[in-house]
């Protein structure tokens, strides 16, 4: 079956410019994360969504930083006003809560942001 | 505050040989703990995992070592292979909650 995509994977954009990065998570999983991957940072967290919940927005950097869900299935990252700084690999990634698995996240190929 | 701190942050191993990395966490609350390999332009992907009321788990060259007294748990690659060569993170986690991840080992099998 399909993994997750995301799209695109590469974005270039001028500083100050908004950009929307594209999840599509695995098809019935419920939760649906977000990390960053920078040369400087490792991994990090930035926000999960599971159900209809509230998301878990803890990780977000700024509030230039924000992301929606919709139905319950595909998710948009949108950084608004980019910075130098916010040039990182986007990572998204989505697990099941059903019984039957241990709650493993799997990841897409990541989106590429460079801000110039 | 780093809750999860890992070791070596680069490795080299020669073809045959075991490659081992470390991983300590301090929040006791997690209760599973995987991790990942990564390629150059590629997504983390999930390698191997454990929970806690395990002390190993096996799953063809790869073994996860946990001591749960010692907040620790490792990675070992038995008959390491060229094709190991990549990025390696442990993980941890509570639940369904966010991975905290360690800070990465690139491992670099050499022939």
């Known amino acids: 079956g399909a993994g997750v995509s995301q799209s695109p994977s590469n974005k270039v954009t001028e500083k100050g410019k908004d950009v929307e990065l594209r999840c599509d998570p695995i098809?019935?999983?419920?939760?649906l994360y977000w990390y960053r991957q920078s040369l400087g940072q490792g991994l990090e967290f930035l926000i999960y969504f599971q159900g209809n919940s509230a998301p878990d927005k803890s990780g977000l950097p700024s509030d230039r930083f924000s992301a929606e869900r919709t139905g319950g299935s595909v998710s948009t990252l949108t950084i608004q006003r980019t910075q130098q700084e916010d040039s990182a690999v986007y990572l998204c990634?989505?697990?099941?809560?059903?019984?039957?698995?241990?709650?493993?996240?799997?990841f897409g190929p990541g989106t590429r942001l460079t801000v110039t | 505050q780093q809750q999860v701190k890992q070791s070596p942050q680069s490795l080299i191993v020669q073809k045959g040989g075991i490659s081992i990395i470390n991983c300590a966490y301090e929040?006791?609350?997690?209760?599973?703990f995987p991790w990942y390999q990564q390629f150059p332009g590629k997504g983390p992907a999930l390698l191997i995992a454990?929970?806690?009321?395990?002390s190993e788990k096996k799953e063809g060259r790869f073994t996860i070592s946990f001591n749960k007294s010692a907040k620790q748990f490792s990675l070992h690659i038995m008959d390491s292979q060229p094709g190991d060569s990549a990025t390696y993170f442990c993980?941890?986690?509570?639940?369904?909650?966010?991975?905290?991840f360690g800070t990465g080992t690139r491992l670099t099998i050499i022939p």
């Open positions: 990634a989505s697990s099941s809560t059903g019984l039957a698995t241990y709650y493993e996240q799997y």
């Open positions: 993980a941890a986690v509570f639940g369904n909650e966010k991975l905290t």
């Open positions: 454990i929970r806690p009321d395990v």
């Open positions: 098809s019935g999983h419920t939760a």
């Open positions: 929040n006791t609350a997690f209760d599973y």
